[in-house]
């Protein structure tokens, strides 16, 4: 384990941060292809049932269920790098106090 698993590690949490915040605010971008495709199949649906003067009702559902699950993905995501960087923390933390205890001092 070095700093640089650290770093790659850090780097990867904030990016997840980020897109974590894009999804609440409700942009696109972070998606992956299927919730991207659900999100569309939402909207053109919902679209036309504006056009034929319908309810979006399960339309608004629709989107509103796909970027919930995509809050889900990334938060199962970032729990998971949280998770990573504590173990290589933790196990930097074992190899130090190993390297101390059969030390001749």
Same mark, same amino acid.
């Given at each position: 384990?070095?700093?640089?698993?650290?770093?790659?590690?850090?780097?990867?949490?904030?990016?997840?941060?980020?897109?974590? $915040?894009?999804?609440?605010?409700? =942009?696109?971008?972070? %998606?992956? !292809?299927?919730?991207? /495709?659900?999100? #569309?199949? *939402?909207?053109?649906?919902?679209?036309?049932?504006?056009?034929?003067?319908?309810?979006?009702?399960?339309?608004?559902?629709?989107?509103?269920?796909?970027?919930?699950?995509? $809050?889900?993905?990334?938060?199962? =995501?970032?729990?998971? %790098?949280? !998770?990573?960087?504590? /173990?290589?923390? #933790?196990? *930097?933390?074992?190899?130090?106090?190993?390297?101390?205890?059969?030390?001749?001092?």
């Amino acid at each position: 384990m070095g700093n640089s698993d650290l770093r790659r590690l850090d780097r990867a949490i904030r990016a997840t941060e980020k897109k974590l $915040e894009a999804v609440r605010r409700g =942009e696109w971008w972070p %998606l992956n !292809g299927r919730e991207r /495709r659900a999100m #569309t199949r *939402a909207l053109v649906g919902g679209s036309y049932r504006v056009v034929r003067g319908r309810s979006t009702d399960r339309a608004e559902q629709r989107m509103d269920s796909t970027g919930t699950a995509a $809050e889900t993905r990334l938060t199962a =995501e970032l729990s998971a %790098l949280h !998770g990573e960087r504590q /173990r290589l923390v #933790t196990e *930097a933390a074992r190899a130090k106090a190993a390297r101390k205890a059969s030390g001749w001092w």
